[in-house]
């Protein structure tokens, strides 16, 4: 069973910074890798993910202010979260899929990691 362990995380206080890290128990060409996140009352939302042709998706939230990058050879993502807001608190979600030749299609997601910005 693949593994996503999540590390970084904490409190800070408002236009701080903090940096994820999200690293998977196989290495592999993982098609999707990259971070949602959940603040208690809302559904789970994208924040960022990075395909393995290194293109990227941001929510509108975070463009300009967070950055997602992947060590492809030890199948790791980060998140490096700079100028964060109140509304940047949430629990943070590292997210991972990979989708073979035969169309098995497989995704797994971390235990979370509870980022707390103060005002």
């Known amino acids: 069973q693949v593994q996503l362990v999540q590390s970084g995380g904490g409190l800070v206080q408002a236009g701080g910074s903090l940096r994820l890290s999200c690293a998977a128990s196989?290495?592999?060409?993982?098609?999707?890798m990259g971070w949602y996140r959940q603040a208690p009352g809302n559904q789970r939302e994208l924040v960022a993910t990075?395909?393995?042709?290194?293109?990227?998706n941001y929510a509108d939230s975070v463009k300009g202010r967070f950055i997602i990058s992947r060590d492809n050879a030890r199948s790791i993502v980060y998140l490096q979260m700079n100028n964060l807001k109140p509304e940047d608190t949430a629990v943070y979600y590292c997210?991972?899929?990979?989708?073979?030749?035969?169309?098995?299609?497989?995704?797994?997601w971390g235990q979370g990691t509870q980022v707390t910005v103060s005002s």
């Open positions: 997210y991972a899929r990979r989708v073979y030749a035969g169309g098995e299609d497989f995704q797994y």
């Open positions: 196989e290495i592999t060409n993982w098609n999707v």
């Open positions: 990075m395909g393995s042709s290194r293109y990227k």
